[in-house]
């Protein structure tokens, strides 16, 4: 059985630069959730999407970044402009709800901004 | 808001020996799950172990086991034998049972010395 993947592994831009990440969960895995990790935290939920509707995006910072899902399968985050603070880790996950609760990470994608 | 607290930001043992890490949480639900996951250094995470907060008796997979107690909102993790693959950062996890979205603590770096 296939992973979660996420590309790009490595991101480097200049403050004010837009980027997108994508990421594939799992087949069949109804929910797929973005995550940040900032270095020395745990990982904070951005959005987590039920096939292609949005079931929690309340500490997505709506004004610079989005997501999207739109054929319940593969997902895009972007963020427009970068800030500084955006460097993290972003990490993808998928779970089905039969396994309760279990999601399964990709690799992450590593942003730096300067 | 549920807060998941992990009190220990780096652990190190010796390569055969046994260690605990330590986690504790804020919550008013009682029905709930309880993860700990490992992230190996540039390497995705994966779930190690799942308490369910109904269930008394402690969970064990292999050589991770738990310590849940209920009443304390404690929740440890042993891992015996230690082997140098089990260098990683270990998270701790609170999920209210239905919400499918885990609140991760801000982790432990192990490190198991040979």
């Known amino acids: 059985e296939a992973g979660v993947a996420q590309s790009p592994r490595y991101k480097i831009i200049e403050k004010r630069q837009s980027v997108a990440f994508w990421c594939n969960p799992i087949?069949?895995?109804?929910?797929l959730y973005w995550y940040q990790q900032i270095l020395g935290q745990g990982p904070k939920l951005l959005i987590q999407?039920?096939?292609?509707?949005?079931?929690?995006d309340s500490q997505l910072p709506k004004d610079r970044f989005s997501a999207e899902r739109l054929k319940g399968v593969d997902s895009t985050l972007k963020i427009q402009p970068a800030k500084l603070e955006d460097s993290a880790v972003y990490l993808c996950?998928?779970?089905?709800?039969?396994?309760?609760?279990?999601?399964?990470f990709g690799e992450g994608s590593r942003l730096t901004v300067l | 808001a549920q807060t998941v607290t992990q009190s220990q930001p780096e652990m190190s043992v010796q390569e055969a020996e046994t260690v605990t890490l330590s986690c504790t949480y804020d919550?008013?639900?009682?029905?709930?799950?309880l993860f700990w996951y490992k992230q190996p250094p540039s390497r995705q995470m994966i779930l190690v172990i799942r308490?369910?907060?109904?269930?008394?008796q402690n969970a064990t997979e292999n050589r991770f086991s738990v310590n849940f107690q209920k009443a304390a909102k404690s929740f440890s993790l042993k891992i015996s034998d230690s082997q140098l693959g089990d260098t990683a950062m270990y998270f701790c996890?609170?999920?209210?049972?239905?919400?499918?979205?885990?609140?991760f603590g801000r982790g432990t770096s192990l490190i198991v010395h040979p």
């Open positions: 087949s069949g895995h109804a929910t």
């Open positions: 919550t008013s639900e009682n029905n709930y799950y």
């Open positions: 999407f039920q096939n292609n509707g949005v079931v929690d």
């Open positions: 308490q369910e907060a109904y269930k008394q």
């Open positions: 996890a609170f999920m209210k049972l239905g919400s499918y979205i885990p609140t």
């Open positions: 996950a998928s779970s089905s709800l039969v396994n309760t609760g279990e999601l399964f």
